[in-house]
């Protein structure tokens, strides 16, 4: 049985796959792993009606140098792991790619994902990676699953859509 990863540092960063001036970065960075403080920071906002391609990034920078805990843990144990988003308050709909990993039980493991911004709103985004999930379900785009534990569970609060 493996562990669950330890997570200091988490970028998502949105680019809009028009214009790839136009990006929003969340980053969480926890020194103790996301069990202990973290720090979330926003830069940018989302353009309505625009589409956007996530790029993820998750590393373990107790380590020197820092793991790349995504490639070299999670994406290669796919099968013991599951992304879920949320969202609330704000118009964001996603759909996991049809390259995007395999993950448990034949579902898309959530790494390679579409975004697309409606109408102009405030709100939240959440991101949970589940480790060992007992089912999944990946039918909705943004994913859900029982059992397991989180290895990682992240809201970033005033995200905007202008």
Known sequence: INP???ITDVTL?????????DTVVLTSVAPDGQDGTSTEEIEGSFTAGA?????LSMLNASETPAEDILNEDIVLEGDEHFF?????GINLTMTRDSDDFD???GSKLGVNTTWVAGAAS????????IH????VDDSD?????TGGSEDLNLTFTGVVIQ
């Open 141 to 145: 785009g943004f994913g859900s699953s």
């Open 132 to 135: 060992e999930p007992t089912s």
């Open 13 to 21: 960063r949105f680019e809009n796959v028009a214009d790839d001036t």
């Open 84 to 88: 879920s988003y949320g969202v609330s």
């Open 103 to 105: 993950g448990p039980n």
């Open 4 to 6: 669950e990863e330890l």
């Open 51 to 55: 589409t956007y391609s996530l790029t």
């Open 122 to 129: 405030t709100g939240n985004i959440q991101i949970i990676l």
